[in-house]
């Protein structure tokens, strides 16, 4: 079932739409992002703002997908199906936020799995 943007947004929720919205601002940010930190110009958000984002971000939306399961216990069939969709379509943004910022991760921590 394919819903427009609009309908989408407002069958998750205002909040969720915000959620998904910053987590898709930070997966954004992350090529940008060079182990480096920059204070001053547009640098000062891929640098420092969206890794703090992206650390709360790792907690925030695991916590909002064991809600979704949690208020399933006691939901009626639609309303089951609709938190089914949230909790897949928030698992797909951790996913890709976890994958986009692993470069960062691996540089800032002076890892490398090849080595």
């Known amino acids: 079932m394919f819903l427009s943007l609009s309908s989408f947004c407002r069958r998750i929720g205002a909040l969720r ?7 898709i601002i930070v997966i954004a940010a992350a090529p940008f992002a060079d182990g480096s930190t ?4 547009w640098r000062l958000f891929p640098s420092v703002i969206a890794p703090t ?3 709360m971000l790792v ?3 695991p916590l909002d997908i064991t809600m979704a399961y949690v208020f399933m216990n006691d939901a009626d069939a639609l309303e089951t199906e609709r938190l089914q969709m ?5 698992a797909i ?3 890709l936020m ?4 692993i470069p960062f991760i691996f540089r800032v921590l ?4 090849l080595s």
């Open 59 to 61: 907690f925030t939306l």
């Open 17 to 23: 739409t915000g959620l998904a919205i910053a987590t």
């Open 86 to 90: 949230i909790v897949r379509f928030e």
């Open 53 to 55: 984002l992206m650390m």
């Open 110 to 113: 002076d890892f490398s799995p």
């Open 98 to 101: 976890i994958l986009s910022w």
């Open 93 to 95: 943004l951790l996913a």
């Open 38 to 41: 920059h204070m001053h110009d």
